[in-house]
């Protein structure tokens, strides 16, 4: 009994390091690259009104919060045809336009992509962390993500994102918003 209470001890002490190593380091670029005004946003498709009004609500959006701590990269093109991706470009769906909370933290999501890769040493460090504390972690929809790397790395992405959520849209719509 006194082995398992050490142990949960260790594994909840390493958790609360890794959890401090993040937002040490997210906060430590909290001056990110980005103003809604340095931007680039460009559509897929020209003349599709999805594609516009998807890149007028970014814009609205842009505009209505302070996201500059969380722009990491300032080309971003809209595609009514893709999945939601981070790299080479960050690109976003038309799917959420009746939804600004889900639209918001997609972008702050394929945005932490983006900060991850410019980190990519204390990156490979916290997912060292992560497969110390988690050997084992679920791959494929809909408990993990495509394969295990990805899925260590969501962890990460994912718990930046909730934190993201929580200081932009506060604790309860962060909470209802699925995290």
């Known amino acids: ?52 009004q ?37 690109t976003l769906h038309t799917r959420h336009l009746k939804d600004d909370d889900l639209f918001l933290s997609t972008f702050v999501h394929e945005q932490i992509h983006w900060f991850f890769t410019q980190h990519q040493e204390q990156t490979e460090q916290a997912v060292k962390e992560l497969r110390t504390i988690f050997p084992k972690v679920p791959v494929g929809f809909p408990e993990g993500a495509d394969s295990e790397d990805s899925t260590y790395l969501h962890l990460l992405v994912n718990t930046l994102e909730y934190r993201a959520d929580q200081e932009l849209l506060g604790e309860l719509r962060a909470t209802i918003k699925g995290h």
């Open 54 to 90: 998807t890149k007028s609500q970014l814009l609205k959006l842009l505009a209505q919060y302070d996201l500059s701590r969380f722009i990491f990269t300032k080309e971003i093109i809209i595609d009514r045809e893709t999945i939601p991706h981070s790299h080479p470009v960050l």
């Open 1 to 52: 009994m006194r082995l398992i209470v050490q142990m949960k001890g260790v594994v909840f002490m390493r958790r609360v390091f890794l959890c401090a190593v993040l937002s040490m380091l997210f906060h430590a670029t909290s001056l990110a690259q980005g103003m809604k005004e340095q931007i680039k946003i460009s559509l897929k498709h020209d003349n599709d009104a999805s594609e516009a």
